[in-house]
């Protein structure tokens, strides 16, 4: 289960975020379910449940600057974790800087 076990990641990849799910009451209180529970919902009440993704494969910094910037693009990922997580930086028009991307790179592998 994603709750108690969150993906993990493989060759260097990063693990997902674990699942959770909770009820949403009408006066915005929220009651955290388990990874296995029976409930019921009365009216007004709202079962949200997120779901986790899969772990990542490969070292982040080695993904292609122009599939990271195709992330952003899509709304996968934002501007931020692209330059914190996988080292790319983008234009104004979210399209990759090379020289700004490798200058980045090769000073977060010093890190």
């Known amino acids: 289960d994603g709750i108690d076990n969150p993906p993990q990641g493989a060759a260097g990849g990063g693990s997902a975020q674990g699942a959770s799910q909770y009820i949403d009451h009408p006066a915005g209180r929220q009651t ?5 529970e029976v409930t019921e919902l009365n ?4 079962l949200v449940s ?5 772990g ?8 292609e600057a122009a599939q990271v910037a195709e992330d952003v693009r899509e709304g996968w990922i934002t501007r ?10 983008l234009d104004s028009e979210n399209l990759p800087d090379y020289p700004a991307t490798a200058l980045l790179r090769k000073t977060k592998n010093k890190e």
């Open 56 to 63: 990542g494969y490969g070292l982040p910094m080695t993904r």
């Open 32 to 36: 955290p379910l388990g990874n296995s």
């Open 80 to 89: 931020a974790r692209a330059k914190n997580i996988y080292g790319v930086v």
């Open 43 to 46: 009216p007004g009440k709202t």
């Open 50 to 54: 997120i779901t986790c993704g899969g």
